[in-house]
């Protein structure tokens, strides 16, 4: 069996250009054009590189982007001003603080501080619980990605035995919560979990966000099944080069290949569907904002 690779970087781009079209709608119709705000403290590359990319997909997309670069040893209060602003501004729906934090600055108070409205990353408390109730909310971009690309392979992912490997507040909880949300049987299952080969095993979706390079081998894989690999892994690759890198996800991409029925690749399957749902969350946010109608398929 050779496994269906499920294009993320494709489907992310279709995302995108849904997006757009409901941008340009509600322009057009309504006056209203989507803002997203992304605050970023410090100078973390990789922080960089993600806060760029957002902006200009942000732009590309129609929308308003306004990025708030701020210096490393930024205040607490200073930054909470700034969040507080950002949440009474009609022009912004959605704001982003871009993690991680320098360390003398609370992530959690941070979050939380933001407009559950307007929390677009799905990290605020109040969100988290509106969605472990079964409740409209924000929902977190990673796992809203994961079940959009599940949704458009299968159709419909009711009754199927779901398994997460991952138990992080941004991926592996909320993943459970939405996969439970389309009538999935869900087990959450970590580094800890007894036998966890066997209960991989019997999964008819595997959704590996442990954050370990290839920890879940081919031989977890029940024939057939749909494997979404989360994880972004850098490896030394000495046969590259001196210094040279490569990235991995956290399930073993060949052995899983052979014998899943679908599976995203690494890079290029979960990792573009982030921001896709980034732009998404900030219409539905704006849409809400506004008493608009919500757009089809972008949301949970």
């Known amino acids: 069996m050779t496994a269906t690779i499920i294009d993320g970087k494709a489907f992310a781009a279709r ?10 709608r509600l322009r057009a119709e309504h006056g209203i054009t989507p803002g997203l705000a992304v605050v970023l403290v410090g100078e973390d590359p990789a922080s960089e590189v993600y806060v760029r990319s957002k902006g200009k997909m942000t732009v590309e997309a129609g929308m308003k982007s306004v990025e708030l670069r701020l210096d490393a040893d930024t205040s ?7 969040i507080d602003q950002l949440n009474t501004d009609p ?4 704001i982003l603080v871009q993690l991680p934090l320098p360390g003398h600055l ?21 969100n988290v619980g509106l969605l472990g109730t079964g409740q409209k909310s924000m929902v977190p971009c990673t796992p ?3 079940l959009m690309m599940l949704r458009d392979h299968h159709g419909s992912i009711s009754g199927m035995d779901a ?15 939405l996969l439970l949300g389309d009538s999935c049987t869900v087990t959450i299952a970590h580094s800890r979990t007894k036998d966890l080969a066997d209960v991989v095993r019997r ?3 595997v959704v590996a966000a442990v954050g370990r390079p290839e920890m879940v081998p081919g031989d977890w894989i029940k024939p057939g099944a749909t494997v979404i690999d989360v994880g972004i892994n850098r490896l030394d690759a000495p046969e590259r080069g001196a210094g040279k890198t490569r990235l991995v996800g ?8 052979a014998v899943a029925g679908a599976i995203t690749p690494v890079p290029g399957g979960v990792g573009p569907m982030t921001i896709a749902c980034l732009l998404a969350n900030t219409v539905t946010a704006c849409c809400r904002a506004n008493g608009l109608v919500e757009p089809e398929g972008l949301t949970a």
């Open 250 to 257: 956290d399930v073993h991409y060949e052995s899983c290949a």
């Open 106 to 126: 609370n992530e959690d108070l941070v979050i939380n501080s933001i407009s559950p409205a307007k929390d677009v990353d799905g990290f605020h408390i109040s």
């Open 203 to 205: 999964a008819d979706i």
């Open 15 to 24: 995302v995108r250009g849904q997006v757009a079209e409901h941008v340009t």
């Open 163 to 177: 398994v997460v490997v991952g138990r992080s507040n941004i991926v592996g909880k909320p993943m459970a919560q």
């Open 144 to 146: 809203l990605g994961c």
């Open 91 to 94: 022009e912004i729906h959605g």
């Open 76 to 82: 607490e209060a200073d930054l909470l001003a700034v």
